[in-house]
């Protein structure tokens, strides 16, 4: 079993709301991911964590705060977003950071702010 | 710096022939490819991956890619194209033992013709 689950998997705030985007894997990875993906454009990294640490943000605006509460979860906090964050937000799971362990994605969770 | 470029936007194919979707990659080291493929609406899937041994990699669906070191190219392929290839195609590649973040081409749409 290879799956990542993203909840919700459609999401609509407005640009004062507070919301959260959520990840859960039972595969006994330890590194999570947040991807960003806009409309027929590769994923872009914002958020690695490591044995529940984080170890990568790519230098992600404030209004994105991410948390991992233990190994199988993975959240991402949203506030006060704009509209251009509107996006696809995938998570994505992998056994760990090493270079040759295959990352696997969620379905992904479609945030239009409004 | 890692790099991959995929140098179509889109590749169309009749069903049944045989398609070849392009993939050239830069790194320092030695490379992990990885080819994923993204359904409308959906997330990445993992179709297959090269690390050490055998060039030739076979995959999920029947898609096959063959690894060579001397172009620095991972092209992907399928002898006999079904409508339902029909989707968008990204190439990645992360750098032997930097455990850095995983680089993706900008996608291929490759369009499976009746």
């Known amino acids: 079993d290879t799956e990542v689950t993203q909840t919700p998997k459609h999401l609509v705030m407005g640009m004062t709301n507070k919301k959260s985007l959520k990840c859960e894997q039972h595969?006994?990875?330890?590194?999570m991911y947040w991807y960003k993906q806009k409309a027929k454009k590769p994923p872009e990294l914002m958020f690695v964590y490591s044995y529940e640490k984080l170890s990568i943000n790519e230098s992600v605006p404030s209004r994105f705060s991410p948390e991992c509460p233990n190994s199988s979860l993975l959240n991402l906090h949203l506030h006060a977003l704009q509209p251009e964050d509107s996006a696809l937000y995938l998570c994505a799971s992998s056994p760990d950071r090493s270079s040759g362990n295959t990352i696997y994605f969620g379905e992904g969770s479609w945030l239009t702010v409004v | 710096a890692q790099s991959v470029a995929q140098p179509e936007d889109q590749v169309n194919v009749a069903e049944g022939n045989p398609l070849t979707v392009k993939c050239t990659y830069s790194?320092?080291?030695?490379?992990?490819l990885f080819w994923y493929v993204q359904y409308p609406n959906r997330g990445l899937q993992f179709l297959l991956k090269?690390?050490?041994?055998?060039?030739l990699v076979k995959g999920s669906y029947g898609f096959e890619a063959e690894f060579n070191k001397s172009q620095t190219s991972f092209h992907l392929k399928k002898p006999s194209a079904l409508v339902s290839d029909s989707a968008l195609y990204f190439c990645a590649v992360r750098d032997e033992g930097r455990d850095d973040k995983i680089i993706f081409g900008k996608g291929t749409r490759l369009h499976i013709l009746p």
């Open positions: 090269y690390i050490t041994g055998d060039n």
């Open positions: 790194v320092s080291g030695n490379p992990y």
């Open positions: 595969m006994g990875h330890r590194a």
